[in-house]
């Protein structure tokens, strides 16, 4: 069985794996995947951090919807979306041209995890006060939207990518391709 649309959206806070599960999924399906971040970032050759600074949220926000967009073409993917993706509700139109897979984790991991990558500060902004402050702060405004998008919840808190991966399939009725 294949999702409804050829394409499967991870969804999620930073931190959340949907870069690592995206490959494990991918792999399994036969598919390819991708993260919307880093095409982002190599198509304007600048850190998601770099176009804040210049252009503000919405000049990234306007990015990432044009970009989203344009990803919804893309059939037989595995997309790991940016964070705040959801924060559109055009976006969370187009994300319904997939199957969307909430990945979750509690604001103590997920700070746990931002913390141990050594490219999230390089990266990625802050966008209120920063640490887990913010994580949690975040995570209140958002889980309404992410919820709202969400064909499948996966907690990923004490998981490998290749177990979330597993959870995916099995939930979803997917075939390995």
């Known amino acids: 069985m294949t999702p409804a649309a050829p394409r499967i959206f991870l969804i999620g806070y930073r931190g959340s794996g949907k870069t690592n599960v995206a490959q494990a999924l991918a792999k399994r399906l036969g598919w390819d995947w991708l993260d919307a971040d880093t095409v982002l970032e190599a198509r304007h050759g600048r850190t998601i951090r770099e176009i804040f600074a210049a252009e503000g949220e919405a ?5 990432e919807a044009a970009l989203l967009e344009e990803l919804c073409q893309s059939d037989r993917h595995v997309i790991a979306t940016g964070g705040g993706v959801v924060l559109r509700p055009a976006n969370r139109e187009r994300l319904a041209r997939g ?5 979750t984790a509690d604001a103590a991991t997920l700070w746990q995890r931002i913390n141990a990558d050594g490219t999230t500060a390089a990266r990625r902004p802050n966008l209120t006060v920063g640490g887990l402050s913010e994580v949690e702060e975040l995570l209140r405004q958002r889980e309404p939207l992410y919820r709202e998008c969400a064909g499948l919840v ?15 399939l099995a939930r979803a009725g997917l075939t390995p391709g």
Request: hydrophobic share 50%; charged share 30%; net charge negative.
């Open 154 to 168: 996966v907690d990923t808190a004490g998981k490998t990518p290749d177990a979330i991966a597993d959870d995916i």
């Open 99 to 103: 199957l969307v897979v909430w990945l």
């Open 59 to 63: 000049g990234f926000r306007a990015k």
